[in-house]
């Protein structure tokens, strides 16, 4: 079904980008892997992909700002030829004591907000008229802080509420032709949790399934929701282990 589609991911090189990556690439897609500082990560994950026997390339451009992923976004469909996919999962925060008030700086305000709200907004605007010509589709990744104002930081939390926000506009203002939905996932073994294992023990204590959520876990919701999700737009996928049930 989805042999020969392109898709773009944003902070494709790590992560859950990576893991959404290789998921779409075994499955006959083209990757399209954006990131803003990790080259080296970008290019071992690119070889990877290869070996699949598929296309891919990466592109370098900061998602919150406007020109760079504009032009990356270009270069992608004029070396592709066509964008089919797109998944939003670059994304950054701070990790502030939600009791600390005065922690919470405003400099880490605005950086969160430009890369997780901002930036994922100017990466589907920059897409919208690609994806329109292929009917295609859109997964971005928010998080249950989204939902819960439970996270690594108030402001990080709010991005994610704000995210999901923005989810429902696109999924509006982009149909019939775009399906946009968003995959919220709880705590997910990647770097950002490196070296809590005591927080990741308690997560993962507190969910029905006992167990912490991985990168591939969300890829396989992703996936879903671009190959077999034909009737959904709009909505957000929690990916917890039943945490929040």
């Not at 392109?6 to 499955?27: C, F, M």
Request: with cysteine; hydrophobic share 45%; aromatic share 6%.
């Amino acid at each position: 079904m989805l042999q020969g589609k392109t898709a773009l991911i944003t902070g494709g090189a790590t992560g859950i980008g990576r893991a959404i990556a290789l998921k779409l690439a075994q499955e006959g897609v083209n990757i399209a892997i954006n990131y803003s500082r990790s080259r080296e990560d970008a290019e071992q994950t690119s070889e990877e992909i290869k070996k699949l026997n598929v296309a891919c390339r990466i592109y370098q451009a900061n998602v919150a700002k406007d020109q760079e992923i504009r032009e990356a976004v270009n270069a992608v469909v004029q070396d592709f030829g066509q964008l089919d996919i797109l998944v939003n999962s670059a994304g950054m925060t701070h990790f502030v004591e939600h009791a600390d008030l005065e922690g919470m700086k405003d400099e880490y305000w605005d950086e969160i907000f430009s890369v997780n709200v901002k930036g994922l907004f100017n990466t589907c605007r920059a897409a919208a008229e690609a994806l329109k010509k292929q009917k295609g589709c859109i997964v971005n990744i928010t998080s249950i802080a989204g939902l819960t104002g439970l996270g690594s930081s108030i402001a990080y939390s709010a991005s994610k509420a704000a995210a999901i926000s923005v989810n429902k506009s696109l999924a509006r203002v982009l149909a019939p032709e775009v399906r946009v939905n968003s995959v919220a996932p709880g705590v997910v073994l990647t770097r950002w949790v490196s070296g809590k294992e005591d927080h990741i023990t308690r997560m993962a204590e507190g969910t029905p399934l006992q167990k912490v959520c991985t990168p591939e876990d969300v890829a396989e919701v992703a996936y879903s929701l671009i190959a077999h999700a034909g009737f959904v737009t709009g909505q957000t996928w929690v990916v917890d282990g039943g945490n929040f049930i």
